[in-house]
């Protein structure tokens, strides 16, 4: 076994933990300067719309989420720093599924402190028009 000096230990296991992955919740630089240029009640809901996709997707490999709709089926209730839609769907693989979710960000909208979500029934295509969903 080598041992390296204080300083290679150092350096190698800064970047072994550079590697690893980053959690799924962690935003790129584009989607933080994105969400930064909005109001502040936008940014809420972005930002929470971006966490739910990134959620349901880590979660259930089964789903591949890339849009969300919090006001499909009934209006989100909005809090200065939370969001409750009881009636939203998003969009996995072409397909509409019923959804449910309550998520509270930090103040500035930056952070998601906690998400609680629910996977509804897939909604049939020849209701998508009715509530606003294409594909």
Not at 43 to 72: F, G, M, N, P, S
Not at 90 to 101: A, D, E, M, T
Request: aromatic letters at 12%.
């Amino acid at each position: 076994m080598v041992l390296l000096p204080p300083m290679n230990r150092l350096f190698f296991a800064v970047i072994a933990w550079m590697a690893l992955p980053w959690p799924a919740s962690a935003m790129d630089s584009a989607l933080r300067a994105g969400l930064l240029k909005l109001d502040p009640q936008t940014r809420l809901e972005q930002r929470c719309d971006a966490e739910i996709l990134d959620r349901i997707t880590r979660d259930d490999h089964k789903y591949k989420a890339d849009r969300v709709v919090a006001y499909a089926f009934a209006t989100p209730e909005m809090g200065a720093d939370a969001i409750r839609s009881p009636g939203a769907a998003f969009r996995s693989k072409g397909q509409w599924y019923r959804l449910k979710f309550k998520c509270e960000t930090a103040p500035d909208h930056m952070e998601v402190l906690q998400l609680r979500y629910r996977i509804g029934d897939e909604i049939p295509e020849s209701d998508w028009p009715k509530y606003n969903l294409y594909n």
